[in-house]
């Protein structure tokens, strides 16, 4: 199947600096990315939707301007997550579909903020 | 709010088949039905789809009722590596605005 690429895998960061996570579609053009949040124990939770080109659609309660989505490119999206406290230590998974297929989940970023 | 129902856990002995259940009573004319599972700390796999025919892959088949509010995914032979949460979804397909909403899922545990 397609592959979707995270990086990093695992980042810890302090209190207050920005981290940035990127989403790549390695063998395909992706015309849409999801991102998700997961919690321990938790289903993923839909943070926005990003279509190439044009601004990203956040879901109701998520921060546009604390988790900023790009998604320039058809293979590159990123996540930047600003002044970044612990409450927002969490895994976040990037998701890339190509029109009329089924969506491929990346592995994942375990981010930790100490 | 995810538009499927599932149980939150379920066994099943190894080499035996595993059946998982899923409700979706209120899913409409173009939706999809996607299964999905997530091995712990790892992005989910996507395993097979389906609209309203039942379809087999090298990983799973795929059970959908005749009146589509209903199907279930099997595992024909489950293995330890099959142990994880496996997610029902209903969505449009050939849409960009179609969103990929999870449930709870179902805690799958293979038992040896």
């Known amino acids: 199947g397609a592959v979707v690429s995270q990086h990093p895998s695992r980042v810890i960061c302090k209190s207050g600096t920005s981290v940035k996570i990127e989403c790549r579609s390695l063998d395909f053009q992706a015309t849409t990315m999801f991102w998700y949040r997961q919690f321990p124990k938790q289903s993923l939770m839909l943070m926005a939707t990003s279509n190439e080109g044009s601004k990203a659609t956040y879901e109701q309660g998520v921060e546009k301007d604390k988790f900023l989505i790009n998604h320039a490119s058809l293979t590159l999206s990123t996540l930047t997550v600003t002044s970044a406290h612990p409450e927002d230590s969490s895994f976040y998974i990037c998701?890339?579909?190509?029109?009329?297929?089924?969506?491929?989940f990346g592995q994942g970023t375990r981010l930790t903020v100490v | 709010d995810a538009k499927t129902t599932q149980p939150p856990s379920m066994d099943c002995a190894e080499g035996r088949a595993a059946n998982l259940p899923c409700n979706h009573s209120t899913i409409s004319g173009n939706e999809y039905v996607y299964w999905y599972r997530q091995i712990h700390s790892q992005g989910p796999q996507y395993i097979i789809h389906?609209?309203?025919n039942n379809e087999t892959n090298e990983m799973a088949s795929l059970i959908i009722t005749e009146d589509r509010k209903s199907s279930t995914l099997i595992l024909p032979h489950a293995t330890l590596r099959d142990t994880a949460v496996y997610y029902c979804?209903?969505?449009?397909?050939?849409?960009?605005?179609?969103?990929?909403?999870f449930g709870s899922g179902t805690r799958l545990s293979i038992r040896p």
């Open positions: 979804i209903v969505r449009v397909t050939y849409s960009s605005a179609s969103k990929i909403i």
């Open positions: 389906g609209l309203k």
């Open positions: 998701s890339a579909e190509l029109r009329n297929t089924e969506a491929f």
